[in-house]
């Protein structure tokens, strides 16, 4: 079974005229898949990432996630099933501005239930893995963008999600910096087996996930037809 | 706490009012103050009706009755009628007479009393360490006993002397002893009545006559027995109605403050909302975010209650300090 299945999915906002933002977008990710999509300005990334995160809700079709309908839940549940299998990385980082760079990575762990030192240890190692061990009581105020981003990705993958969704997540960072993000959140989502969803506008980016999809203006969703990472 | 729910606490609660200090300390501040000035004149007014009622209860000291002139005062021949009317066991009479000091500003109350009768209607009196040297003064012409409060605020000791301007006379009085403050909150001389309308020129006349009825008797019946003494010059009250009195006097002036204390708390309240309201406003995103990040709906309010609850309980534990405070120095004073 896939992890997430998106059946024919269309959403549109607005009422007379109202505009057509996704036209019958089907896909269908594996566990331990990397896909990028891309796609103008507007061409409605960020709406499908929301539809699958269970934020927003299509006007037809299904997304499916391991096997559960999302329309069938409720908001708390899908929240919660949002909060242990998922996790965000967003393009202006959103890092909460009141909390340590540590306790910003231990959030999703005790919104989790995860507890004592069994959620510290994972903090310190998954700041480790993002080479920010020495910054862990820093205010994100005092980081560059792409240590906040790479901050971002260790909280969006601390409490080992099934699906990474990240929307634009290089899009305010210079090109070393982007790279680097890059790199650390395709190791990270390999080393864990998760799949992931890489929504971004430049094609350098997504040639770092394994297929790669593009929006066209009409809301239709194909696989661009290249080989990537052999 | 352990490490997961300190993360949370901070991370919906604590954190964001740190971050905001200076708003929240408004917000603490404006509670706070609210209810201070609340709190404050409320205890103020209760000290007042208090004190009122303390002070008509020492007044009356065992009296059931009194009967008081409509107008300044009325003729002393109606005190033995009021005295021999059945089921009246003892009548006090006084005169009460506002004289001007002649050596300082302002004036003092000068009752003048029948010291045997009066020692009978007032336990207080009659309970002075040396009662009946106390009412030998009373008998004596150039000597008065004044109250604590009298003794305190004119700085009188036993002993010093008193002058009293009546007309174009001055008349010195010998202060014989102080009262105890339980016998008289009021700040007064007394001194026999005899000398009182002699020396302040009211010769044959009362202001009241305190009553204390025969056990027995019914109050009803005594009242309408005496009120038809002379109904134009007399009437009859009460303690309990002497306090509603005094209290009704002061009733707008009090109804004015708690009206200001409304207007405080309401003031304090529409601030906290307006400041809530707004602080929720401003971490509309930060709650995007954390529903992004799995925080249901509810847990969000539960936050935002949270932090509200903590506000106010910090602000109203000020509050209920700085209005006690506050109290206490608008009692004193
Ligand atoms: N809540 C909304 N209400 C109305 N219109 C919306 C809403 N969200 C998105 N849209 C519209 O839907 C279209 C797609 O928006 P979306 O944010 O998904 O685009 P995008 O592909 O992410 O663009 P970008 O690359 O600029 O982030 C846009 O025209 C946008 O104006
Ligand atoms: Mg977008």
């Known amino acids: 079974m896939p992890l997430l299945q998106i059946d024919r999915v269309a959403k549109a906002y607005g009422v007379a005229p109202a505009r057509r933002v996704l036209n019958g977008v089907s896909l269908v990710l594996r566990s331990g898949e990397y896909v990028a999509i891309m796609g103008d300005s507007g061409s409605g990334k960020s709406t499908l990432l929301n539809l699958i995160a269970g934020l927003d809700a299509p006007d037809h079709g299904r997304i499916v996630f391991d096997g559960q309908d999302l329309a069938q839940l409720g908001d708390a549940e899908r929240t919660r099933l949002r909060r242990a299998r998922m996790g965000f990385v967003f393009q202006a980082f959103h890092l909460l501005p009141h909390l340590s760079v540590a306790r910003n990575v231990a959030l999703p762990l005790a919104l989790n239930g995860v507890r004592g030192a069994a959620a510290m240890a994972r903090v310190e190692r998954m700041l480790e893995s993002v080479e920010l061990g020495s910054r862990a009581h820093s205010a994100p105020s005092e980081l560059s963008g792409g240590e906040m981003q790479r901050v971002a990705v260790a909280r969006a993958l601390v409490h080992r999600p099934s699906l990474v969704l990240a929307d634009e997540p290089t899009g305010n960072l210079d090109a070393d910096s982007a790279r680097e993000v890059l790199a650390l959140l395709r190791a990270q989502l390999k080393r864990d087996s998760a799949a992931g969803i890489l929504v971004t506008h430049s094609l350098a980016a997504a040639r770092t996930a394994d297929r790669i999809y593009v929006l066209d203006g009409s809301g239709a969703l194909s696989e661009r037809e290249e080989p990537v990472h052999a | ?333």
């Open chain 2, 1 to 333: 706490m352990s490490y997961g729910s300190g993360v949370l606490l901070e991370a919906g609660v604590v954190g964001p009012m740190r971050h905001q200090l200076g708003r929240t300390l408004l917000a603490v501040i404006a509670i706070a103050l609210g209810l201070a000035l609340g709190l404050s004149i409320y205890l103020i007014n209760r000290a007042a009706a208090d004190e009122i009622s303390l002070a008509a209860r020492s007044l009356y000291g065992l009296a059931d009755l009194a009967v008081v002139a409509t107008n300044e005062d009325f003729e002393e021949e109606l005190y033995p009628l009021i005295a021999r009317k059945p089921g009246v066991s003892i009548a006090s009479p006084q005169l009460r007479v506002e004289a001007n000091l002649a050596d300082r500003r302002g004036t003092l109350a000068f009752v003048g009393v029948d010291a045997f009768r009066y020692r009978a209607l007032q336990p207080a009196f009659a309970s002075v360490a040396d009662a009946d040297r106390t009412t030998r003064t009373l008998f004596d012409p150039r000597t008065i006993l004044v109250s604590a409060a009298a003794a305190q605020t004119l700085e009188l000791r036993e002993g010093d002397a008193l002058r009293v301007q009546v007309g174009l006379d001055v008349i010195a009085f010998e202060v014989g002893g102080v009262l105890p403050a339980e016998a008289f909150r009021e700040s007064i001389a007394m001194l026999d009545i005899a000398t009182a309308q002699w020396a302040f020129g009211r010769l044959g006349r009362l202001s009241s006559v305190d009553v204390r009825l025969a056990s027995g008797a019914s109050a009803l019946d005594v009242r309408r027995e005496l009120a038809s003494l002379a109904p134009n010059r007399i009437r009859i009250t009460t303690p309990g109605e002497a306090t509603d009195e005094a209290l009704r006097l002061s009733r707008s002036y009090r109804a004015n403050l708690t009206a200001l204390a409304l207007v405080a708390l309401f003031t304090g309240g529409f601030f906290v909302y307006s400041t809530q309201a707004l602080a929720v406003l401003r971490r509309r995103r930060e709650f995007a975010v954390l529903h992004a990040l799995g925080v249901t709906r509810r847990q969000q309010l539960g936050f935002v209650l949270a932090g509200s609850a903590l506000t106010g309980l910090c602000g109203s534990a000020l509050g209920i300090m700085l209005g006690t405070w506050l109290a206490r120095l608008g009692v004193d004073a």
